[in-house]
């Protein structure tokens, strides 16, 4: 079991920049990538960003440039660092933990934290 704790949410103005983080516990070395998500009221989750167990990333075309990826192996958490941001980056974002036991692949959810992006 791997358990994921997001924090850093809130609301910002247009051009303003915040910090997500998320701290995972329980079977870490199973973990082979992170990644970041998010929903936006009537629209489907999708892909803001992964970071993979070898360090490689990858992020959805509307965030290239402005979002960052990074993590913190000692503390095992991931963060994502959000510039520019803009009213589409609205959302509930949600982290994402991929742990492979052998052939069995088991995605793991945070809780949520809502980034909400207004004047």
């Known amino acids: 079991q791997v358990q994921l704790v997001e924090s850093g949410g809130g609301l910002v103005q247009p051009g303003g920049s915040l910090r997500l983080s998320c701290a995972a516990s329980?079977?870490?070395?199973?973990?082979?990538?992170m990644g970041w998500y998010r929903q936006a009221p009537g629209k489907q989750r999708e892909l803001v960003a992964v970071?993979?167990?070898?360090?490689?990333?990858n992020y959805a075309d509307s965030v290239k440039g402005r979002f960052t990826i990074s993590r913190d192996n000692a503390k095992n958490t991931v963060y994502l660092q959000m510039n520019s941001l803009k009213t589409d980056d609205t959302a509930v974002y949600y982290c994402?933990?991929?742990?492979?036991?052998?052939?069995?692949?088991?995605?793991?959810w945070g809780q949520g934290t809502q980034v909400t992006v207004s004047s």
């Open positions: 994402n933990a991929v742990s492979q036991r052998g052939i069995r692949v088991t995605d793991y």
């Open positions: 329980g079977s870490i070395v199973s973990i082979i990538a």
């Open positions: 970071i993979a167990s070898g360090g490689s990333t």
